[in-house]
């Protein structure tokens, strides 16, 4: 019997922190829940830079930022992209089997109508990849690299986009 009272109180005592922790977040809303975010990203038109790089960026943040050609564009985002390779992973022969590649961005976000630039910044990415003795697949391993890391970098100026509209007074 004691027993059963034990796992009671244990209950209700567990039950009771987990009703003061969920009470602490009842004012946490969702960044994309806030007013004008997911609207002013969809109002984002992205500007590809030059490069495989840039391509493969400017197709990540279309389908991050949800624009469709032909809706309304509030925003232009124009980004430079800035890649860099090094060796990494050395064999006893002295030659590179592993690298990691650097994306660096610097983009700006401009006002559509005035051109005025509206917000910026500087997103820095670092993957890795193994590189095969074949040739094909010392390219394919390269050109996977590119793609990961235009992924996270679509990701990570996304997320301050996001961070940047819901901060921002609704018009």
């Given at each position: 019997?004691?027993?059963?009272?034990?796992?009671?109180?244990?209950?209700?005592?567990?039950?009771?922190?987990?009703?003061?922790?969920?009470?602490?977040?009842?004012?946490?809303?969702?960044?994309?829940?806030?007013?004008?975010?997911?609207?002013?990203?969809?109002?984002?038109?992205?500007?590809?830079?030059?490069?495989?790089?840039?391509?493969?960026?400017?197709?990540?943040?279309?389908?991050?930022?949800?624009?469709?050609?032909?809706?309304?564009?509030?925003?232009?985002?124009?980004?430079?992209?800035?890649?860099?390779?090094?060796?990494?992973?050395?064999?006893?022969?002295?030659?590179?089997?592993?690298?990691?590649?650097?994306?660096?961005?610097?983009?700006?976000?401009?006002?559509?109508?005035?051109?005025?630039?509206?917000?910026?910044?500087?997103?820095?990415?670092?993957?890795?990849?193994d590189s095969a003795d074949q040739p094909y697949a010392a390219i394919a391993a390269q050109q996977d690299g590119q793609e990961r890391a235009a992924t996270e970098a679509a990701r990570k100026i996304q997320l301050?986009?996001?961070?940047?509209?819901?901060?921002?007074?609704?018009?």
């Amino acid at each position: 019997m004691k027993r059963n009272l034990l796992i009671v109180a244990r209950t209700f005592a567990i039950a009771a922190l987990s009703m003061t922790v969920l009470s602490a977040c009842a004012g946490f809303t969702p960044l994309y829940g806030r007013p004008g975010v997911e609207g002013g990203l969809a109002s984002i038109e992205t500007i590809a830079a030059e490069g495989r790089g840039g391509y493969l960026l400017r197709e990540q943040l279309d389908d991050a930022l949800a624009h469709r050609q032909g809706d309304p564009v509030a925003y232009k985002l124009a980004f430079g992209v800035n890649e860099q390779r090094f060796a990494r992973g050395v064999r006893l022969d002295n030659v590179a089997n592993r690298y990691e590649l650097r994306m660096s961005v610097t983009w700006r976000l401009l006002d559509a109508r005035t051109g005025a630039e509206a917000h910026k910044g500087l997103t820095e990415v670092s993957v890795t990849y193994d590189s095969a003795d074949q040739p094909y697949a010392a390219i394919a391993a390269q050109q996977d690299g590119q793609e990961r890391a235009a992924t996270e970098a679509a990701r990570k100026i996304q997320l301050d986009l996001a961070t940047w509209l819901a901060g921002k007074k609704p018009a």
